[in-house]
């Protein structure tokens, strides 16, 4: 069957380890998606505010899945938006709060909301994913809604805080599901809100079958996503689980792997041929 829909991951995968990407060649490539009538979705842990920015001439018409799959939109159309409880978003800080070594970020439709207390250093360092970004005296007054929360701490720390955080949650019907991102980020998400999730809704609005689906990405948050699509791709800087499950490999982002990909479809090359 022919590609219909192309979903890529950002960090680790569309972009190279500067965060960026080759624009111009890409421009070209989408010029020639959309003349075939292949959607392009960005499906990524960033907050859908900064994934804009990476798009500033498409963004009104390409779809995002993002925050791991919490926010969707189409063509600025928002087509799915989680939400946690007030009472759920009070106990998951609660067991954050026995984690000192780690940086909390509260997530929201309307923005990201990070302690008073959090230091200059990580709040740069945070400013790569979230472009609305604001700091309160207190996380457990916020009027918004939340669908995510998302936990950085130094690289060696993420095994040891995802058996720990499997075990408080699930203790409490499993009210958020962590996965890691890459980098030292961890993301609490609402269980079956992941970015298979928000893919096959807009395969749902399009009419598009899995079979009919490329999806490229390099870590844990891209798993069910790449299970998901007939055609997936890890990075070849891809974390060992990715590319288990991946029935394709490429290139690492910072050889233009994802874009690789893009140029194979569109000259029919193995496996599209």
């Known amino acids: 069957m022919a590609v219909k829909m192309i979903a890529v991951d950002m960090d680790g995968t569309f972009l190279d380890d500067n965060k960026q990407y080759n624009a111009q060649r890409f421009a070209r490539q989408y010029a020639l998606l959309k003349e075939k009538g292949i959607r392009f979705v960005v499906a990524s ?32 159309e928002e087509i799915f938006c989680g939400e946690l409880a007030q009472e759920r978003v009070h106990q998951i800080l609660d067991i954050l709060a026995k984690e000192p070594d780690i940086s909390t970020v509260v997530c929201g439709r309307n923005g990201a909301y990070v302690h008073t207390s959090m230091s200059d250093e990580v709040i740069a360092m945070l400013a790569n994913h979230y472009h609305r970004l604001e700091k309160r005296d207190n996380l457990y007054d916020i009027d918004d809604t939340i669908f995510k929360f998302s936990l950085n701490l130094a690289h060696e720390g993420v095994d040891a805080l995802m058996e720990r955080l499997h075990a408080e949650l699930g203790a409490i019907e499993n009210i958020m599901h962590p996965v890691s991102s890459g980098f030292g980020f961890v993301d609490l998400i609402i269980p079956g809100c992941h970015k298979a999730h928000g893919i096959a809704l807009l395969q749902e609005k399009w009419g598009i079958d899995d079979c009919e689906v490329v999806a490229v990405g390099d870590s844990a948050n891209d798993i069910e996503m790449l299970r998901q699509a007939c055609y997936s791709f890890s990075m070849a800087n891809a974390a060992a689980p990715v590319s288990a499950v991946s029935r394709y490999r490429t290139e690492s982002n910072n050889d233009e792997g994802a874009l690789n990909v893009i140029a194979r479809i569109l000259a029919r090359e193995v496996p599209f041929g």
């Open 45 to 76: 842990g960033n907050q859908y505010y900064q994934l804009l920015r990476y798009f500033p001439d498409i963004k009104d018409e390409i779809a995002f899945v993002a925050e791991n799959g919490a926010w969707v939109s189409d063509s600025n």
